[in-house]
């Protein structure tokens, strides 16, 4: 079975740019999560979406967007480009339900620097 | 909110010796506690969890270990190998949330 997928693995953007990060879950899983994890540090928690939902939203300001499409693959767009938004986008695939927890499973992820 | 601290940040130990990384939580509705294994260039990786109605749960060579009195967690890695070498994180999550808090890792080094 293939695991999460995730494309680009690798994008160059200047500031002020908009980007769009893309993940594929796990077949049969209806929740995609995603983190920002900065060099050094680790994940931190962007969205939720569960049955192409938000579910759950960090603390991150509204440049930052994401959707769930029918067949539960998901966009991450963030726009306006800031330097410190260089990072590895990591998205996570669960099967969890509204209520419950189950396991995350991660993609290779994206690394964006942004010059 | 949920705060996950752990310790040490970088660890080393010979091939064949034990290796222990412990975190602690402060949120008491934390109910499961994922360990990762983050290797260079690619995304975190579970290699065991625990719930907290268990208080140990063992995969081969790695176990954890949880105490919910204290509110921490720890991984055990024995007769580790140069494989093992990683970022290893810990985090939470209670049940409801949808968010893993993640500590800050640890970088464990195995010498050959």
């Known amino acids: 079975d293939a695991g999460v997928t995730q494309s680009p693995t690798h994008l160059i953007k200047t500031r002020g740019q908009q980007v769009t990060l893309r993940c594929s879950p796990i077949?049969?899983?209806?929740?995609v999560s995603w983190y920002q994890q900065v060099l050094g540090q680790g994940p931190q928690f962007i969205f939720q979406?569960?049955?192409?939902?938000?579910?759950g939203r960090g603390n991150f300001p509204d440049r930052f967007s994401a959707r769930q499409f029918p067949n539960y693959s998901s966009e991450l767009n963030v726009n306006a480009l800031l330097l410190g938004d260089s990072a590895l986008y990591l998205c996570?695939?669960?099967?969890?339900?509204?209520?419950?927890?189950?396991?995350?499973?991660f993609g290779p992820g994206t690394r964006l620097t942004v010059l | 909110g949920e705060n996950v601290e752990q310790h040490p940040s970088t660890l080393s130990v010979q091939e064949g010796d034990s290796a222990v990384i412990k975190c602690t939580y402060s949120?008491?509705?934390?109910?499961?506690f994922p360990w990762y294994k983050q290797e260079l260039g690619k995304g975190p990786q579970l290699i065991i969890d625990?719930?907290?109605?268990?208080g140990e749960k063992k995969d081969q060579r790695i176990a954890v270990t949880l105490n919910k009195t204290a509110k921490h967690f720890s991984l055990h890695i024995t007769e580790t190998q140069p494989e093992d070498s990683a970022v290893y994180f810990c985090?939470?999550?209670?049940?409801?949330?949808?968010?893993?808090?993640f500590g800050t890792g640890t970088r464990l080094t195995v010498i050959p």
């Open positions: 077949s049969g899983h209806k929740s």
């Open positions: 985090a939470a999550i209670r049940t409801g949330a949808n968010n893993l808090f």
């Open positions: 996570a695939s669960s099967l969890i339900s509204a209520s419950g927890t189950s396991e995350q499973f």
């Open positions: 949120d008491s509705a934390s109910n499961y």
């Open positions: 979406y569960y049955e192409k939902e938000e579910r």
């Open positions: 625990i719930r907290s109605n268990v």
